[in-house]
């Protein structure tokens, strides 16, 4: 006999869970609302005026958001492209081409992500500054490019082992090159996953704090949330309300972009269907 109470319960639970999820960003769209000169850090949780428009171009202008807001956007476009191609080409070259050893052609790349990114700070900053990249626009895309192609990598060669070898046999039949087959047929069909690996990558690339700090220093290159970090200082700090409107106005734009591209992200998380 089924169960019919065991409906109101899962909605009531699941109910309370996506009120603690929103709880954090009530909060912050709230307080970054407030108006600068009346905020009272008792009243957090209550609504007090609408000043958030004030509040975005007060962080726009402290901050200097305006070029960096270009510089990462070159970066969260140029480098998750640059590293899904290379990733595709990985996978393809491991999996259709059958490359000798590609498994562990498959670990070598895949083994960037196994150490933590703070382990290789110090020689990636020696090697940049040696070589003339820091702080320059070309070493910003290819560090996030080199830092996206393994978990890229990673998936196309999933995915491609779900495409039967027929398919990769008729095309060399039918006379096509290893470059037209990849083109014509592998891409397309992996577009949903590669879709979805550039909105992964791009988010990652906007949301990045670390190597921004660590590899850029001028106002055209640095990354936007390094910059964003200027809000927020022991001496001579923005309000609260400027920061939190600052945070939340750098975070429309992967926000924008998951929700314009749902479902293409919907389907390439189905890896191997197609």
Do not use: C
């Not at 990114?117 to 996030?144: H, N």
């Not at 949903?192 to 001028?218: M, R, Y």
Request: aromatic content about 14%.
């Amino acid at each position: 006999m089924k169960n019919t109470s065991s409906g109101p319960v899962r909605t009531v639970v699941l109910a309370v869970l996506g009120l603690i999820w929103l709880a954090p960003v009530y909060l912050l769209v709230v307080n970054a609302a407030k108006p600068v000169d009346g905020y009272d850090a008792a009243t957090v949780w209550k609504p007090d005026g609408f000043s958030l428009f004030a509040n975005f171009a007060d962080a726009w202008d402290k901050a200097a958001l305006g070029g960096t807001v270009l510089a990462t956007t070159l970066y969260s476009v140029v480098a998750p492209v640059l590293a899904v191609l290379i990733g595709a080409a990985a996978g393809y070259a491991i999996v259709a081409l059958r490359l000798k050893h590609g498994f562990a052609w498959f670990v070598f790349i895949f083994g960037g992500t196994i150490f933590p990114l703070q382990m290789v700070l110090m020689p990636l900053f020696s090697g940049y500054a040696s070589s003339g990249l820091y702080d320059t626009k070309l070493g910003m895309v290819l560090v996030y490019t080199a830092i996206s192609v393994p978990f890229s990598a990673f998936v196309m060669r999933n995915f491609f082992t779900g495409i039967a070898r027929s398919v990769f046999e008729a095309a060399v039949v039918d006379g096509g090159s290893l470059f037209r087959i990849f083109r014509s047929i592998y891409l397309p069909m992996a577009g949903s996953a590669l879709a979805a690996i550039f909105i992964l990558q791009a988010t990652f690339v906007w949301n990045d704090l670390l190597l921004g700090l660590t590899l850029s220093q001028s106002d055209t290159v640095r990354p936007i949330m390094p910059a964003l970090t200027g809000l927020q200082s022991t001496y001579g700090g923005a309000a609260l309300p400027t920061v939190l409107a600052g945070g939340l106005l750098v975070s429309l734009p992967t926000v924008v972009l998951f929700l314009a591209a749902q479902r293409f992200f919907s389907r390439g998380l189905a890896l191997g269907q197609f």
